[in-house]
């Protein structure tokens, strides 16, 4: 779907054909009546002066039960002249929504018959303004085009703005378009062009798709197009490439397409043969997105040869012709096997183009976006499978439906994997399919029993989240047996997840190491793990296989620098590099940390997250660690949200506290520096890493507080003006003593700019400065004298 600036063996009994929906759709009952055989799509096409369609649809059709009185098509909103079959008139009635056709006679099964509805009128565009039939004069350039789903439409199939049809996922029908329209101008429909003919002042293209596609597949697009002839080498031999756009667009076009070859070679390796005769793209003057019609994708004009959205866009829409084109989910509450196995493809392309590194970078950000914000922006935490309507288009599907695919590739394994797909592409060519049938086809390839994952990751909202609790050594030498305890906790989960693998790396000194893999289930379980060496580090799903509740980066340091860890939520000032390079890993949690074992002085802790430092530290090695906390609500906010329960009112009582790992108490970590502002953000810095287990609480006590905290009341100084644009100016009441230093620091926590000051007045130069919200700091030899909030606009 669009893209928005993926031999039965041992269950043989099964019959998968007659296995029932898992969700009603109406929509699809008259595909239990009739099969629609063919469309042959006669229409003229006006331009953005007229906006009128024309002509007329013959559709053809064999009835699946006996004795039928009529058919009933849908067609939204267009003029109905009149209806057909074999030159007689036929009755019909129409409500601007369905056709009724009456038959002269009743249709029985065998009974291949046809009609045609004529009709004319201008077509409409959903409301949401995404989906439908589209008149542009872009640069005085005539565009005419369709997208064949509507966001805002019930459903949202969206053939039915153009031609009569049966406006479902699970009817599929072969194509004939005949578009007539101005000599100037060339039409782009799906399939194979069959003939070009020009007579009157008019021209009249058509083109044929043999292979079967649902309605809102079917597309159109008019335009002065010049078409680029490729050509790439596919399983099933050589076939054609067209882009299409304006001339002046083709170059661009064929930039940002550099590697469109490579993209279908990649999904034939994943997912088998390319079944389609052609791939084509044409470019239409629509910034929000893109639609994955056979053979002809509508492709936004304005990313032509924009090579960042390559696998986003280019990629997601040519995955479509396995996912959401060759096959088809069943219904719109299955739309994550359409978008989201899309997104995932994406990714898998970034892999094949760009090597393993690029797919997990993509993956990993992804999945922080998803775990930090995702149930907030759409109202809880939902499976994939079973969406309401307005959430059809949204990022449970397209993102969190990657989501999981990542994880049922890392629950599988790559052979079984790419093998199982390639079977159910197989198995349900040209059809429709639900979760259910393919979780059985994977499972029935596989000889995996893949019930547990579908249950826990697809029909169930949420994640788990699992972390290694503790490891207890015995033995010596190269006999070292480690039990290794991991526990399991919830994060928007209404259950505990089974049969989860995991991945154990034992590290030696010399950073080599050891995998071990182990099925998890329940709330916790200890494993015993035989080793040939005692370990210097521990880590659980290092590489990522399993998207659970928590988002970790791993970082070599070699030199003293200062880091923002992006998905670790923390920024880090290195000292002193040590002896040699240090491996760090940082792993930010999306659960509650485990609660005090003694919690005499009452203090609170965080509920909603906390931190793990884990690696392999060179001797020497010192750095400072910053953790921002953040109690607003402000979906932009690259920590909001996180702390909401510790800063009701404010931050004042937060406080950090640290423990080397769960055999041990939590300690607060009186002597860290805190900044608070009046926002209920801040962060508390630790002069010396250490690594272990870090979280934010409240300290029951806040008069006790001898955190060194930035001052509450102001000296008298003044920075203006603020709101500002290129220049701050800095006043003091009098002129300092000493000569001051300041430091400008972002939203995250990192520092943007530095200096010394003093003089009464000052003036800093900060239009080299990205526009936004920063924090200020000036210290003297003895601390901060001053902090506050400045906002640098255009």
């Known amino acids: 779907m669009p893209a928005q600036s993926q031999t039965i063996g041992c269950q043989a009994a099964k019959d998968y054909k007659a296995l029932a929906s898992i969700y009603y759709s109406p929509e699809n009952l008259r595909s239990d009546t009739f099969d629609i055989l063919k469309y042959t799509i006669n229409l003229e096409v006006g331009t953005s002066g007229n ?14 039960i006996n004795n039928r009185n009529f058919i009933r098509l849908d067609i939204l909103k267009l003029t109905i002249d009149s209806v057909k079959e074999n030159n007689s008139l036929l009755t019909y009635f129409y409500n601007d929504t369905i056709l009724r056709v009456n038959f002269t006679s009743p249709k029985n099964i065998g009974n291949i018959s046809d009609i045609t509805v004529f009709y004319h009128g201008q077509p409409k565009i959903d409301a949401t303004g995404w989906g439908g039939f589209y008149f542009d004069n872009t640069q005085n350039a005539e565009y005419a085009f369709n997208l064949g789903v509507g966001f805002g439409a019930k459903p949202h199939n969206y053939g039915r703005v153009w031609f009569p049809c049966f406006d479902n996922f699970v009817e599929r029908s072969q194509y004939e378009f005949n578009i007539t329209h101005s000599p100037s101008r060339v039409s782009y429909c799906n399939g194979q ?28 697009s008019v335009a002065e197009y010049a078409q680029v002839n490729w050509t790439v080498n596919t399983l099933s031999g050589v076939k054609p490439i067209t882009l299409v756009a304006s001339a002046s667009d083709t170059t661009l076009m064929k930039a940002g397409f550099v590697n469109l070859k490579n993209c279908v070679n990649a999904f034939e390796n994943y997912y088998g043969p390319y079944k389609w005769n052609r791939v084509g793209y044409a470019l239409v003057p629509f910034g929000s997105g893109a639609m994955e019609h056979a053979t002809n994708i509508t492709y936004p004009r304005n990313f032509a040869g924009n090579m960042n959205v390559e696998s986003d866009l280019m990629a997601h829409e040519l995955a479509h012709h396995w996912w959401g084109d060759l096959i088809t989910c069943e219904t719109q509450e299955d739309m994550w096997i359409n978008e ?63 989501d999981v695919a990542h994880t049922l590739r890392g629950y599988m394994g790559d052979s079984a994997f790419f093998k199982a797909i390639k079977f159910t592409m197989q198995q349900k060519a040209f059809n429709s399919i639900n979760s259910l049938e393919l979780k059985n086809l994977m499972q029935t390839n596989s000889g995996q029993n893949l019930n547990d994952f579908f249950n826990d990751w697809i029909f169930s909202g949420g994640w788990s989240h699992f972390a290694i609790d503790s490891v207890i050594f015995s033995g010596s030498g190269s006999n070292i047996i480690a039990l290794v305890s991991i526990k399991q906790k919830l994060y928007g989960a209404n259950h505990l997840h089974q049969n989860v693998p995991l991945e154990i790396s034992f590290f030696k000194s010399d950073w080599n190491r050891t995998i071990q893999t182990v099925t998890m289930s329940g709330a916790s379980a200890v494993f015993t793990i035989n080793l040939n060496f005692n370990p210097v580090y521990i880590a659980l799903n290092y590489d990522s296989k399993i998207n659970d509740a928590s988002s970790h980066e791993v970082k070599v340091i070699k030199t003293n620098s200062s880091s923002n860890w992006t998905l670790g939520k923390v920024n880090t000032q290195v000292k002193n590099k040590g002896a040699d390079s240090s491996l760090v890993r940082i792993v930010h949690n999306y659960v509650a940390p485990d609660n005090f074992k003694n919690n005499p002085k009452q203090h609170k802790l965080s509920n909603q997250h906390y931190w793990k430092v884990e690696g392999i530290l060179s001797p020497g090695f010192v750095s400072k660690i910053r953790f921002n906390y953040d109690g607003s609500k402000n979906l932009s906010g690259a920590n909001a949200y996180l702390d909401t329960l510790l800063a009701i009112v404010n931050g004042d009582s937060i406080g950090l506290f640290y423990r080397p790992n769960a055999q041990h108490e ?10 608070s502002s009046s926002t209920k953000a801040g962060y508390i810095e630790v002069d010396t890493l250490k690594l272990g287990e870090y979280t934010f609480g409240n300290i029951a006590d806040t008069t006790s507080l001898n955190v060194l905290q930035s001052f509450t009341t102001k000296p008298e100084v003044k920075i203006y003006p603020n709101p500002s644009k290129q220049v701050l100016q800095i006043e003091f009441a009098e002129k300092p003593t000493n000569t001051l230093k300041y430091s400008i620091y972002d939203s995250a926590g990192k520092e943007q700019s530095k200096g010394e000051i003093s003089q009464k007045k000052n003036e800093l130069q900060v239009g ?4 936004g919200h920063y924090i200020i700091e000036i210290k003297n030899t003895t601390g901060i004298v001053y902090t506050g909030k400045i906002v640098l606009e255009n």
């Open 193 to 220: 062009l069959i003939s070009d003919n020009t007579q009157a002042n008019k021209r009249t293209r058509k083109w044929v798709l043999n292979e079967e596609i649902p309605s809102y597949l079917a597309c159109v």
């Open 768 to 771: 080299h400065l990205t526009r």
């Open 340 to 402: 989201g196995m899309a997104t995932f493809s994406g990714y898998l392309f970034s892999e094949w183009q760009y090597g393993k590194s690029k797919y997990l970078n993509s993956i990993k950000n992804t999945h922080e976006d998803l775990l930090h914000f995702l149930h907030k922006n759409e109202n809880g935490f939902r499976a994939v499978s079973g969406l309401p309507h307005s959430l059809t288009y949204g990022d449970h599907v397209y993102k969190k439906g990657a």
């Open 666 to 675: 939590w300690t607060w970590l009186r002597k860290a520096f805190k900044y």
């Open 51 to 64: 906006q009128v369609i024309a002509g007329n649809t013959i559709v053809k059709f064999n009835p699946k």
